[in-house]
């Protein structure tokens, strides 16, 4: 047991400083990420995922994208649906999953972790962007809608969009009681239960060797 817990933890270091290859990379794929109920604890699923999010946080390229999706009335329909969506349920479900804090307990004794937090802070570029910030031409236009008769428009015209309407119909639909409970009992839902029943089916598959210490020929 000790030895795969200092194995677990040997490689969730070794791998930290490799940047997660699932992580989006422009503000608006970070804001559509975090608005979508299946996904937006993702950042907290990885400590690798997690640093890049601090530090996308940190960009002024955040604020006209956050703003424009805080704007438009499609940002909230598309997290209604996605709350509706049984990859909700599984989103927060693999929270349960012991790797998870393993994970974390690893990026605590990482100091590329506490590295990749603050590099951030300690670049001069990074407040320079601050500064010309207003003067952006996003920031500019995220402004400019704020005045936009259009964006208004299409708040009034919520309540005859079809997709509102599917939406308040959805609860209805016996097809999603059905994906909802087959999520539900679905082993692969919960991380953990699916390692112990793996461990128990197949208990060599569970183990971890020792390393070898024969000389490479």
Not at 7 to 13: G, P, R, Y
Not at 98 to 107: F, K, T
Not at 131 to 142: G, L, S, T
Request: charged share 10%; aromatic share 8%.
């Amino acid at each position: 047991m000790k030895l795969k817990l200092l194995t677990l933890l040997t490689v969730t270091t070794c791998g930290f400083a490799h940047a997660s290859a699932s992580a989006p990379a422009t503000a608006e794929a970070w804001t559509a990420r975090m608005t979508d109920p299946t996904q937006n604890a993702a950042a907290f699923k990885d400590p690798r995922t997690f640093v890049q999010w601090s530090q996308a946080m940190t960009n002024p390229a955040m604020v006209p994208a956050m703003g424009a999706a805080v704007m438009d009335p499609g940002t909230y329909t598309r997290m209604a649906y996605g709350m509706m969506s049984p990859g909700a349920f599984q989103n927060y479900a693999q929270f349960a999953d012991p790797n998870l804090a393993m994970r974390w307990a690893g990026a605590a004794m990482d100091p590329n972790f506490y590295t990749g937090m603050a590099t951030p802070m300690m670049n001069p570029g990074l407040y320079t962007q601050w500064m010309i910030a207003p003067m952006d031409p996003r920031m500019m236009n995220m402004g400019m809608q704020v005045i936009n008769p259009s964006v208004y428009g299409q708040w009034m015209a919520i309540p005859a969009d079809p997709k509102i309407m599917n939406l308040m119909t959805a609860p209805m639909n016996p097809q999603m009681a059905g994906n909802w409970a087959n999520v539900v009992v679905d082993p692969r839902t919960y991380p953990a239960i699916q390692s112990l029943s793996q461990q128990v089916q197949n208990p060599a598959a569970g183990a971890v060797s020792a390393p070898s210490t024969t000389p490479a020929k």
